[in-house]
């Protein structure tokens, strides 16, 4: 019962704060607003007995993402003006409409009593931390799944230096 009153005061919360960071045009507010949201979604995590992606949201996400947000749009200039308007608001939002038909779409054709038979690479309990559980399914040496880890890692780490490569200053 207290899971389902928790899940009821966070969820308008978080879809409050997702619409004022669209909505607003003061980035600083809207950068703040998105912060909160990644902390609802951390509680949510909670809710569902998801300690590790609840630790994670809230480190990088809220910590690290949000700090630097936050940092960018201190070192702006011209924060005053807001977000100028455009010509591509039009577009945007046929694609965001395109996409928003494709989940629907996949998520009313799909047979969802066939998805839950899918077998898991470590079983877990109901009601438990899982932490230790999705380390087991990650390092174990039987599973394989290290070298995935490991080259997922290699991926964003050359990702970071091309964005550091490209914002570099060509003086």
Known sequence: MAVEIAFWILAPIMVGAALAVVLLRDIFRAALLL????????GIYITLNADFLAAVQVLIYAGAIGILLIFAIMLTRNL????????????ALI???LVFATVVGVVVSTNWA????????????????????IATALFDQSKGFVL???????LLLAALI???VLVKDRS
């Open 80 to 91: 005053k003006e807001g977000n100028p308007f455009n010509r591509l608001k039009l577009p």
């Open 162 to 164: 091309g964005a550091i």
């Open 114 to 133: 066939t998805v839950t038979g899918v077998s898991q690479a470590v079983e877990m309990p109901v009601d438990q931390p899982t932490t230790g559980y």
């Open 148 to 154: 995935p880890f490991e080259i997922a890692s290699v």
């Open 35 to 42: 912060i909160l949201c990644f902390f609802t979604v951390a």
């Open 95 to 97: 694609v965001a409409l």
